[in-house]
């Protein structure tokens, strides 16, 4: 493994839903490529008046859960990958993934993009993995059910924000070890801003050669997060990287959806969110 990959930590969230089937399979891959272990959390609700009312129902629910992960060790297994497999009891599945996180100092939750669409939610991430996103204090891996791991390129949005630099340094770095082409793409806000922008964008080009030789940049104008999906279909990426925006408490509602909302849930790719 090479020091510049930034996960060594690395926390799966699943439920063993078919929506968590890319984030496993893309979870295993990290795990194996960088030759690091693999913490798994399942967080399962918890109702102490339903469980005391039918604990039958709850000990059944307790030995689903223990086949599931039987059967996922037995993948990890066959993948080559360590897994450490902790099961967690609460009333909110994404706060139990945010405190499993901390407590255990993971640097990156790998987790899926969202369960079935709703009429609310034709192209935002689900409603949890939004929670998620919002109050994890690392960076968050949102994986589209049939995604793959990255093969063709990345893609990093980086604006004129106090975390850009991460964001082309972090990208950099993940391209350098699976030594693939990066892609820089900022967006200026108008015409009057293009001149800063290319500026600022040349210099988050110049900080990634420093890690990758195939890099380049792009300025963009119009809607920050269609160009960023235009940009990305147009070079190939299958990983973005973008930096986290406020997220509303309600982030599914209509006139609510963050630019960061938009591209990850327009993409049929992996999209990995910086906090700010």
């Given at each position: ?74 993948r990890a297994k066959t993948a080559g990958v360590e897994l450490d497999v902790h099961v967690r009891h609460g009333m909110e599945a994404h706060r139990e993934i945010v405190e499993e996180a901390s ?153 609510n959806t963050s630019i960061m909302q938009k591209i990850i849930g327009a993409n049929d790719v992996s999209t990995l969110v910086i906090p700010s």
């Amino acid at each position: 493994m090479t020091s510049l990959y930034p996960f060594n930590r690395i926390l799966l969230a699943t439920e063993f839903t078919e929506f968590d089937a890319g984030a496993e399979r893309i979870a295993f891959a990290m795990a194996k490529h960088c030759a690091v272990p693999l913490r798994v959390v399942v967080p399962i609700g918890s109702n102490p008046e339903y469980e005391a009312e039918a604990p039958e129902l709850s000990l059944r629910e307790d030995q689903l859960v223990a086949e599931e992960v039987a059967s996922l060790r037995g993948r990890a297994k066959t993948a080559g990958v360590e897994l450490d497999v902790h099961v967690r009891h609460g009333m909110e599945a994404h706060r139990e993934i945010v405190e499993e996180a901390s407590a255990v100092g993971a640097d990156l939750i790998v987790i899926r993009r969202r369960g079935k669409q709703s009429f609310l939610a034709k192209l935002l991430v689900g409603e949890m993995v939004s929670k998620v996103i919002r109050d994890a204090h690392c960076s968050v891996l949102t994986v589209p059910r049939n995604a793959e791991f990255w093969q063709h390129g990345i893609l990093a949005s980086a604006g004129d924000t106090p975390i850009a630099q991460d964001i082309a340094k972090l990208a950099a770095g993940i391209a350098a070890v699976c030594d693939l082409p990066l892609t820089i793409v900022s967006i200026a806000e108008n015409q009057a801003h293009r001149a800063r922008t290319e500026s600022i964008n040349a210099s988050y080009v110049a900080l990634a050669s420093a890690l990758i030789k195939r890099v380049q940049g792009r300025v963009c104008d119009g809607d920050p997060a269609m160009q960023t999906i235009s940009v990305a279909r147009e070079s190939a990426a299958d990983l973005i990287v973008i930096g986290r925006q406020r997220y509303h408490q309600i982030p599914f509602m209509r006139g609510n959806t963050s630019i960061m909302q938009k591209i990850i849930g327009a993409n049929d790719v992996s999209t990995l969110v910086i906090p700010s």
